[in-house]
């Protein structure tokens, strides 16, 4: 699989994607980047999710994740789903209910003006690096794929990666953010349930094999009951994944401003439950991938990489299974990274030009100016992080992104959470 071949295949998916910007984003302005409108289909919305959730970290690093961790993570999962219902029950309403576009806006009704801006400085803080973080990993994977034997350095590498989002999103913002996040999503499942064919095939397991060779394996360990003490612990892990969903989901712009485009309070919710009871299959399939990935490598005796990163692309990319398994692994770790970044960039840019610098108290022009600058210097600051990932050479970047969202998100979630309380009882 050359360099140009993989580059031609990546260059004809983004042509979709920039044909995509370009029919959903002719007329747009401010309110069309924000919030689609809203009239963003909920079940469109719903599907995009999945991928904006799942990134390019779970398309890494949860296969490799799995040699360490197991099936536990399940568990946190589990209380992902608890999460979700209590966002579609409690601050959805709240949200519709304030007519808002940045979620952050009601500290401001609350605690004044300081409590807002802190809000919102923390998550512009934690989803710029978060976001950064899940970019790192495709432009690792680009860089070793096509750009290592060009010569193109990575830094280089960077600035296409990101540019590219920016392109097609500048324009449409949030309504085309939900069309071409469903496209990646589908994509970026596609190819793990390929891959995980070809690995069957490679072992001669048909589907029953395949699931035994799964459920018989010390890698499929699922509960942790007997060890109050270990992190992995049932009660640990289930509530912990709750409150993670809550405050990493519910009260971050990314995430609530694709709920708030759509139509009504109810189709949001729709949303909200039908993409937390798919969050729990398509991490099986995740960790599935994984256990098959190890078992290959322990029946054909390959060596296992040092970073549990390096697993998956280590398989696709390096000649132990057939060529279109290398293709689609570009193309969803593309697809995956994408889905997650393209939305992180419009999020931060709503909700610097709404609550730091206030353009809906400017002229429409000006507004409109603000808006396209504040994008594009979020674009440059988005690269430059992914560079400062790269001199740091993180091993399980999973782990970096759930460290660093502990103290930003939990600093933020405390004080949205305590505003919702007040609001709520007033």
């Not at 979700?84 to 601050?91: G, H």
């Not at 970019?135 to 290592?148: E, G, N, P």
Request: hydrophobic fraction near 50%.
């Amino acid at each position: 699989m050359t360099p140009l071949l993989i580059g031609s295949i990546i260059g004809g998916y983004f042509l979709i994607l920039l044909l995509i910007a370009w029919t959903t984003g002719r007329k747009s302005d401010n309110a069309t980047f924000f919030l689609g409108n809203r009239r963003s289909p909920w079940y469109i919305v719903s599907i995009g999710m999945i991928g904006s959730s799942l990134s390019g970290v779970t398309f890494i690093s949860v296969p490799g994740w799995v040699q360490t961790q197991q099936f536990t993570y399940l568990q946190m999962v589990g209380g992902f789903v608890l999460g979700y219902i209590v966002i579609a029950n409690i601050l959805l309403p709240l949200y519709y209910r304030l007519n808002l576009t940045s979620i952050y806006s009601y500290l401001n009704q609350r605690f004044g003006y300081f409590s807002y801006k802190s809000g919102s400085l923390l998550f512009l803080a934690s989803r710029t690096v978060g976001s950064a973080a899940r970019l790192y990993l495709m432009a690792s994977v680009l860089q070793l794929a096509i750009f290592d034997a060009l010569g193109v350095p990575f830094y280089q590498t960077v600035i296409i990666a990101i540019s590219l989002i920016w392109l097609y999103t500048f324009r449409g913002g949030i309504k085309t953010i939900i069309w071409t996040d469903t496209l990646q999503t589908l994509l970026m499942l596609s190819a793990v349930g390929i891959t995980i064919y070809y690995i069957g095939a490679s072992m001669n397991l048909g589907l029953k094999g395949m699931a035994q060779t799964i459920i018989e394996s010390d890698l499929s360990r699922v509960f942790v009951w007997d060890d109050w003490g270990s992190s992995r612990h049932f009660v640990k892990q289930f509530f912990s994944g709750a409150f993670i969903t809550i405050v990493m989901t519910g009260l971050d712009q990314d995430m609530m401003q694709k709920n708030l485009s759509c139509k009504n309070l109810k189709d949001a919710q729709k949303n909200m439950y039908w993409y937390g009871i798919a969050f729990l299959p398509v991490n099986i399939l995740f960790m599935s991938l994984g256990v098959l990935l190890f078992s290959f490598i322990a029946q054909n005796g390959i060596v296992a990489p040092e970073r549990a990163d390096d697993l998956y692309p280590m398989l696709a990319m390096g000649g132990y299974l057939p060529p279109i398994v290398g293709i689609l692994f570009i193309l969803g770790l593309v697809a995956a990274a994408y889905s997650s970044a393209d939305s992180a960039l419009t999020s931060l840019t709503t909700s610097f030009s709404l609550d730091i610098m206030e353009i809906d108290k400017m002229s429409e022009t000006k507004a409109k100016r603000t808006r396209v600058l504040t994008h594009i210097g979020f674009t440059v600051l988005t690269a430059l992080v992914i560079l400062v990932f790269r001199i740091l050479n993180q091993d399980s970047i999973i782990d970096t992104i759930y460290t660093l969202a502990g103290y930003t998100y939990g600093l933020t979630g405390s004080l949205c959470l305590w505003a919702i309380h007040q609001i709520s009882g007033a």
